[in-house]
């Protein structure tokens, strides 16, 4: 017994000896000029740079610097308020930083992040969790009779929910490889709505995060297939009994039976992105008058122009007279192409809808924007 307690004495001596002598290492450190200095520990390292979504790197590492004490540093240039994401190459390997907890999964991919901001006017100050009243983030199973599966979703319900009072609802979609966490995770949904209903910009309501691949039933690692490498095509080999917008209607049937919803046209939105997009396309078709505001971001909207069920699909949603159908892409956004075609359709027919054009291409980045910019044009 003393020889163990000596051994234990001896071992917990060595490791606490080690943790001294090793440098305490800080990253990101957010500057008050508003760069922002990262910093890892790798005495080994021969090289290691960052990769982000920064302006000035976003096509390129940058090279980080090793100091005499182990530690590898880099400074970027100002960045604008914004949530960034990163990672670190140490010797042409991908690594997370293990000074920083705050990570986020993009299908298969683990990125840190760290958000910027200068003021409570800017997109940093939007996505934070500021002091405000916040709501209640659920994933909550529903059966789809359509699908034969029991089936996960994310939803958020405002600051206000008590169970009495009736909110509208946002049923809000991701794109492809992405599940019912993505918008919650990746595009700051819970934060975004605290936000804007705080600052009286967005109405309170209720938002609906499904999982749009109809031969997956949630998130990977969260139901009976187990943890599998997700990788943005997981089972569809299977197929499946119905198409997303098939069995759309089983989530709003549950949400109107087990929320306190507003049960009508005029209290319900929906909007995605990319396959989300394509997603809220056809649902626009097929239940016209179910919506009464529509929202298409970067979104993979497929024309079958030579199809007459489609002519009499779009000629019906616009004839039921929807309060909003609004494209929103970016200027670099490689479905580009795809949504001019389908504005010079809208405009050939006069069909009304509204569109926002930014910078940038297929990514979180505008997401989140277009979700605020939705958020507030809607349920007013």
């Not at 992040?113 to 916040?134: A, C, E, R, W």
């Not at 569109?355 to 989140?368: L, M, S, T, V």
Request: hydrophobic share 35%.
């Amino acid at each position: 017994m003393t020889l163990f307690c000596c051994c234990c004495l001896a071992i917990s001596s060595f490791g606490q000896q080690a943790l001294g002598q090793r440098p305490r290492v800080s990253s990101p450190v957010v500057n008050a000029d508003g760069t922002v200095t990262f910093n890892f520990y790798d005495p080994a390292a021969q090289q290691v740079s960052v990769r982000g979504d920064f302006e000035e790197i976003r096509s390129q590492n940058l090279p980080m610097t090793k100091q005499e004490n182990g530690v590898w540093t880099v400074t970027t240039g100002p960045l604008a308020p914004e949530l960034y994401s990163y990672s670190l190459s140490v010797d042409g390997q991908r690594f997370i930083d293990p000074a920083n907890s705050y990570v986020n999964r993009d299908i298969s991919t683990l990125s840190n992040i760290f958000i910027m901001s200068k003021g409570t006017d800017d997109k940093g100050h939007l996505y934070q969790v500021n002091n405000v009243p916040h709501g209640t983030l659920s994933r909550v199973w529903y059966d789809s009779p359509t699908l034969g599966q029991q089936r996960r979703m994310t939803v958020y319900l405002p600051p206000t929910y008590d169970g009495k009072k009736r909110f509208p609802v946002m049923y809000l979609l991701h794109g492809h490889g992405g599940d019912e966490t993505a918008w919650g995770d990746l595009g700051r949904t819970s934060q975004i709505m605290d936000n804007l209903i705080a600052e009286g910009k967005a109405v309170p309501m209720i938002v609906v995060m499904p999982n749009g691949n109809p031969t997956c039933n949630a998130a990977p690692g969260w139901w009976h297939e187990g943890m599998y490498t997700p990788d943005g095509n997981a089972f569809n080999q299977r197929g499946a009994k119905a198409s997303m917008e098939e069995s759309f209607m089983d989530i709003v049937r549950f949400v109107d039976s087990h929320y306190k919803t507003i049960a009508k046209r005029q209290a319900r939105a929906v909007t995605g992105l990319s396959m989300g997009g394509g997603h809220t396309f056809g649902i626009s078709r097929l239940y016209p008058e179910v919506f009464d505001y529509y929202g298409l971001q970067s979104a993979a909207a497929r024309m079958q122009r030579d199809d007459p069920k489609f002519e009499e699909q779009m000629a019906r949603l616009f004839a039921s007279k929807p309060k909003l159908y609004w494209i929103a892409i970016g200027k670099e956004d490689f479905l580009m192409q795809m949504n001019s075609q389908l504005r010079q359709y809208l405009d050939e027919k006069g069909y009304p809808y509204e569109y926002y054009e930014n910078d940038g291409g297929h990514i979180w980045r505008n997401w989140r924007i277009y979700l605020t910019l939705f958020a507030q044009k809607i349920f007013k």
